[in-house]
C-alpha cells in the first residue's frame, strides 16, 4: 500500500484557509481587515485564517460514508477525538451544518475496503474508520476514532473532506450537496514516536515514514493540517483530543 501524492484522483490547488483553534487569539485575520466579522463566530476560530494548498484525497476514499460521530467499529488503538472547526475563509464565521467527513488507516495500515495492501489479513466491511459529522452552530464537528497507524511511503495522518447541502439518507449516509474541501491532518512526530511503542501499533513492522520524510506533508505547521493534540490522560495509551479550525470557500 503506497499513497505517495500522485494519486489516481489528484484534486485542483485551490486556495484555502487553514488554522488552529488554540492559536485564533494570536494573528489578526489581516491588515487590511482589522475589525472583527459581522456576522457571529466561534471565538476560538474568529481571528486567525492562515492560507494553505489542499491536499489530495489520495487513492483510498470511498463513497457513501454513514454520518456517525463514532467511526472506530471496535477497533484497536488508542483514542483520538477530533474536534475540528469549520469557517468560511473570507470572514472567518463559522459553518453549521457542513458535513466533516473523515477517513484513515487502522494501527497495522489498512484501509477498509483495502485490507491486505499494507500485508494483514483481518476482517474488511469497507467503513471501518470512515465517516462524518455535521457541524453544530459553533462550526465543531465532533469524531470519535482512534490513533492512525502508517504505511509504506506515508507519515501518519487523517484524509478530511468538508461538504455542505448535503441530505442525509435513510442508510445512514448522505447525498448531494457541494464539496469545498479536501485535505489531510498531521500529527506532532514526538507524539506519534510514542505511540508507536504500544501495542498493537508495536506490531506493525512496516518502515514507519515521518513528517520530515512525507511527500504531502510539507512543514507548514497548522497552515498544513498540523493537528494540536492535548493528552486525555496521564499516559500515552489514554489517547489525545485534536483541533484544527479548517477555512473554506463557500461559493
Known sequence: MTDTGAATNPIGRRTVLIATGTTAAVLAVGAAAPEAPASPVDAAAAAVCTLTKEMTEGPYYLDGALVRADVTEGKAGIPLKLALTV????????????????????????????????????????????????????????????????????????????????TLTSDGSFTGGQELHTGQLFIDETITTAVAK??????????????????????????????????????TSSGYTGTLTLGVQES
Open 87 to 166: 469557517v468560511n475563509d473570507s470572514t472567518c464565521a463559522v459553518i453549521p451544518n457542513a458535513l466533516v467527513e473523515i477517513w484513515h488507516c487502522d494501527a497495522l495500515g489498512e484501509y477498509s475496503g483495502y485490507v491486505g495492501n499494507n500485508g494483514h489479513s483481518e476482517p474488511d466491511d469497507g467503513t471501518f474508520l470512515r465517516g462524518g459529522v455535521l457541524t453544530n452552530s459553533a462550526g465543531l464537528a465532533n469524531i470519535t476514532t482512534i490513533y492512525p497507524g502508517w504505511y509504506r511511503g506515508r507519515c501518519v495522518h487523517i484524509h478530511v473532506k468538508v461538504h455542505t447541502g448535503v
Open 198 to 235: 504500544i501495542s498493537p501499533y508495536s506490531t506493525n513492522t512496516v518502515t514507519r515514514t515521518t513528517l520530515a520524510q512525507d511527500s504531502i506533508y510539507d512543514d507548514g505547521g497548522a497552515a498544513s493540517g498540523l493537528m494540536t493534540l492535548t493528552a486525555l490522560g496521564s499516559s
